[in-house]
């Protein structure tokens, strides 16, 4: 009996061998069968195959003296070696093994394809190998708005933001950071903190309100996240790494570090005392974490006097404290004197919205969006100093959150992006590229940045070389990445104030800006030598320079965004002079109270539709 065991066990190995052996046979022959089969269809359909008839010899079409040009299939039929023993026949090459859908991946070329259609192959199919792609990268939508600032060139040549944390003082980060994550090349968490003032606010400690990203161990850091959505929508315009379907970055800084202050709740609101808390918090750290750029995308009507109001006294202590402080002009354009606290502090950079109407890299088609704040500021300061893309901006956001509950077809729930429009992601913009602008040269102050960013950008020209929009809509112009980071410019910021001596209450200033009484219109002075030499000098700058504004918007476009364009007699209008009590505006502007109150909501307000 075990005699017969082992000879009936030593018979089916030999089977097993020689089936093995003929189907490797089959895999290296060029001898090729005759047969149908189902005609080619894309990957994924599934095409009925033809009843199986009789073998019919036939002989393949002669083989052509150039080399044939061979594409991938999938060919299946009863079995996967039934499916390679047909590929073969027909002269191609078998280049895998698919027996869990019984077929093999294979290559032919056009006559080898031609031979196995005319094989009778039960159960047989052919499909065309589809390339795939993983989602979560090279799929991704194209936002063109890096682009659109100068600031693709910058990563091509290796300049991301590397080494520049930037605090974005918001409702928070997303739980699932995404394309926030990391920086290219690197796997690294580059959310070095995130801060929750909310959570601190309502009971919690300040270390509990710390996440486990730092040294600190928090109790509570699923609690941590972006509930509104603009946050993170906010942090990814500055900070995504994604990498979109042409090859570019999606964020504008794609290598910067993050570190997140949540002081706006579920419905985009906060409080003075929460945002001034965000601030002091970010000053503090700044040492800790390399924090150069806070971003400020939010906003509340001034009610004061721009040194009167304590969430201004903040801004400005982290400016003196040398931080590049990056502020939303606001959403109420486009009436003048719409600038936002704390756009309206001098020092900062407020930073105004152009749309590219929807023509992508067409700059003759940009335009001033009508929802963009404009100044001048109360106390004359020429606001906002600088414009960039703010319609229509697609960036990483949850889609759990409140903005895409309440606006869900601004939602692409395929990869996770949101599309809005505001000052907010204009500023979101600005501090990318202030970031870039400090990896080339991380010595720069704040004044100097300031300086650099103005002095580069470009302005809306008309034909004749005038302004297409007063500096009280467009400031300096359109900032440019590039440019701003190799500028030599110097001197052209913050001349003629003091931010320490505002601080301490010694000295306050008064722009160049005023209104004259007759005609309405807002005017720059000469110099900036305050009311009295105003209404004397009102009407020297010619119509049209852009320096004399009668406060209308214009929808229309097909300017020039250029460089070229020279301020009128070397005026540098970005700067201050000390406050008089008796300069006084015609237009007689009267605030709501006589103060601001640290209980006075601030916030995302007034959301515009996109442009």
Same mark, same amino acid.
């Given at each position: +009996?075990? +005699?017969?065991?082992?000879?009936?066990?030593?018979?089916?190995? &030999?089977?097993?061998?020689?089936?093995?052996?003929?189907?490797?046979?089959?895999?290296?022959?060029?001898?090729?069968?005759?047969?149908?089969?189902?005609?080619?269809?894309?990957?994924?359909?599934?095409?009925?195959?033809?009843?199986?008839?009789?073998?019919?010899?036939?002989?393949?079409?002669?083989?052509?003296?150039?080399?044939?040009?061979?594409?991938?299939?999938?060919?299946?039929?009863?079995?996967?070696?039934?499916?390679?023993?047909?590929?073969?026949?027909?002269?191609?090459?078998?280049?895998?093994?698919?027996?869990?859908?019984?077929? #093999?991946?294979?290559?032919?070329?056009?006559?080898?394809?031609?031979?196995?259609?005319?094989?009778? #192959? $039960?159960?047989?199919?052919?499909?065309?190998?589809?390339?795939? *792609?993983? *989602?979560?990268?090279?799929?991704?939508?194209?936002?063109?708005?890096?682009?659109?600032?100068?600031?693709? !060139?910058?990563?091509?040549?290796?300049?991301?933001?590397?080494?520049?944390?930037?605090?974005?003082?918001?409702?928070?980060?997303? /739980?699932?950071?995404?394309?926030?994550?990391?920086?290219? %090349?690197?796997?690294?968490?580059?959310?070095?903190?995130?801060?929750?003032?909310?959570?601190?606010?309502? @009971?919690?400690?300040?270390?509990?309100?710390?996440?486990?990203?730092?040294?600190? #161990?928090?109790?509570?850091?699923?609690?941590?996240?972006?509930?509104?959505?603009?946050?993170?929508?906010?942090?990814?315009?500055? $900070?995504?790494?994604?990498?979109?379907?042409?090859?570019?970055?999606?964020?504008?800084?794609?290598?910067?570090?993050?570190?997140?202050?949540?002081?706006?709740?579920?419905?985009?609101?906060?409080?003075?005392?929460?945002?001034?808390?965000?601030?002091?918090?970010?000053?503090?750290?700044?040492?800790?974490? /390399?924090?150069?750029?806070?971003?400020? *995308?939010?906003?509340?009507?001034?009610?004061?006097?721009?040194?009167?109001? !304590?969430?201004?006294?903040?801004?400005?202590?982290?400016?003196?404290?040398?931080?590049?402080?990056?502020?939303?002009?606001?959403?109420?354009? !486009?009436?003048?004197?719409?600038?936002?606290?704390?756009?309206?502090?001098?020092?900062?950079?407020?930073?105004?919205?152009?749309?590219?109407?929807?023509?992508?890299?067409?700059?003759?088609?940009?335009?001033?969006?009508?929802?963009?704040? &404009?100044?001048?500021?109360?106390? =004359?300061?020429?606001?906002?100093?600088?414009?960039?893309? %703010?319609?229509?901006?697609?960036?990483?956001?949850?889609?759990?959150?409140?903005?895409?509950?309440?606006?869900?077809?601004?939602?692409?729930?395929?990869?996770?992006?949101?599309?809005?429009?505001?000052?907010?992601?204009?500023?979101?913009?600005?501090?990318?590229?202030?970031?870039?602008?400090?990896?080339?040269?991380?010595?720069?102050?704040?004044?100097?940045?300031?300086?650099?960013?103005?002095?580069?950008?470009?302005?809306?020209?008309?034909?004749?070389?005038?302004?297409?929009?007063?500096?009280?809509?467009?400031? $300096?112009?359109?900032?440019?990445?590039?440019?701003?980071?190799?500028?030599?410019?110097?001197?052209?910021?913050?001349?003629? &104030?003091?931010?320490?001596?505002?601080?301490?209450?010694?000295?306050?200033?008064?722009?160049?800006?005023?209104?004259?009484?007759?005609?309405?219109?807002?005017?720059?002075?000469?110099?900036?030598? =305050?009311?009295?030499?105003?209404?004397?000098?009102?009407?020297?700058?010619?119509?049209?320079?852009?320096?004399?504004?009668? @406060?209308?918007?214009?929808?229309?476009?097909?300017?020039?965004?250029?460089?070229?364009?020279?301020?009128?007699?070397?005026?540098?209008?970005?700067?201050?002079?000390?406050?008089?009590?008796?300069?006084?505006?015609?237009?007689?502007?009267?605030?709501?109270?006589?103060?601001?109150?640290?209980?006075?909501?601030?916030?995302?307000?007034?959301?515009?539709?996109?442009?």
């Amino acid at each position: +009996m075990a +005699m017969k065991a082992q000879t009936k066990r030593w018979v089916f190995a &030999v089977g097993i061998a020689g089936s093995l052996l003929a189907i490797l046979f089959y895999l290296d022959r060029d001898d090729v069968a005759t047969g149908q089969v189902t005609r080619v269809v894309p990957l994924g359909h599934v095409v009925a195959s033809r009843a199986p008839a009789a073998r019919a010899a036939a002989a393949p079409a002669p083989r052509s003296i150039a080399e044939p040009v061979r594409e991938r299939y999938i060919v299946q039929a009863a079995s996967s070696g039934e499916a390679a023993t047909a590929v073969v026949r027909a002269g191609g090459k078998v280049t895998g093994d698919l027996s869990v859908i019984r077929a #093999v991946s294979a290559s032919l070329d056009e006559q080898e394809l031609s031979a196995l259609r005319a094989a009778h #192959v $039960a159960r047989l199919h052919v499909y065309v190998d589809a390339a795939v *792609s993983a *989602s979560s990268t090279s799929a991704l939508p194209v936002t063109y708005y890096p682009s659109e600032v100068a600031a693709q !060139p910058l990563h091509a040549g290796g300049v991301t933001g590397t080494g520049v944390t930037v605090a974005v003082v918001d409702s928070g980060i997303w /739980n699932q950071l995404g394309p926030d994550q990391s920086t290219p %090349g690197h796997t690294a968490n580059r959310v070095l903190a995130q801060y929750d003032v909310i959570t601190a606010s309502q @009971g919690g400690t300040v270390s509990a309100a710390l996440t486990g990203l730092t040294s600190v #161990v928090a109790s509570n850091t699923t609690d941590i996240n972006d509930l509104f959505g603009h946050g993170t929508h906010v942090s990814s315009i500055i $900070a995504s790494s994604g990498v979109a379907t042409n090859g570019t970055f999606q964020g504008v800084a794609p290598g910067v570090n993050l570190v997140s202050v949540r002081v706006l709740n579920s419905n985009g609101q906060g409080t003075y005392a929460n945002v001034i808390s965000g601030i002091q918090w970010v000053i503090a750290q700044k040492a800790r974490y /390399n924090i150069r750029v806070m971003n400020l *995308s939010l906003s509340a009507p001034p009610t004061s006097v721009y040194w009167m109001d !304590p969430l201004n006294q903040a801004v400005m202590a982290a400016w003196n404290a040398g931080i590049v402080v990056v502020v939303a002009a606001g959403n109420f354009g !486009p009436n003048p004197m719409t600038i936002g606290v704390p756009g309206n502090v001098p020092y900062v950079i407020t930073v105004g919205a152009i749309t590219d109407n929807y023509y992508p890299m067409q700059p003759s088609q940009y335009k001033l969006a009508s929802f963009s704040s &404009v100044g001048p500021t109360y106390e =004359g300061f020429v606001k906002p100093e600088v414009v960039a893309m %703010g319609g229509h901006i697609l960036a990483y956001a949850p889609t759990n959150s409140t903005l895409a509950d309440e606006f869900p077809s601004w939602m692409n729930t395929r990869y996770d992006d949101f599309t809005m429009s505001g000052t907010s992601m204009a500023t979101a913009v600005t501090s990318g590229v202030v970031a870039l602008m400090l990896q080339v040269n991380p010595l720069l102050t704040p004044d100097q940045v300031k300086c650099h960013l103005m002095a580069s950008a470009d302005p809306a020209v008309n034909a004749n070389g005038t302004l297409a929009y007063s500096v009280f809509q467009q400031g $300096a112009g359109l900032v440019n990445a590039q440019a701003a980071a190799y500028s030599t410019a110097s001197d052209c910021a913050n001349q003629g &104030v003091n931010v320490l001596l505002d601080l301490a209450g010694i000295q306050h200033y008064g722009g160049a800006a005023n209104q004259n009484p007759t005609t309405g219109q807002y005017y720059i002075t000469a110099a900036g030598s =305050g009311s009295l030499l105003g209404e004397l000098l009102w009407g020297i700058e010619s119509i049209g320079s852009g320096l004399e504004w009668n @406060g209308d918007y214009t929808s229309g476009s097909g300017y020039t965004w250029s460089s070229g364009y020279t301020w009128s007699s070397g005026y540098t209008w970005s700067s201050g002079y000390t406050w008089s009590s008796g300069y006084t505006w015609s237009s007689g502007y009267t605030w709501s109270s006589s103060t601001a109150s640290s209980s006075d909501a601030t916030g995302i307000n007034n959301i515009p539709a996109q442009q």
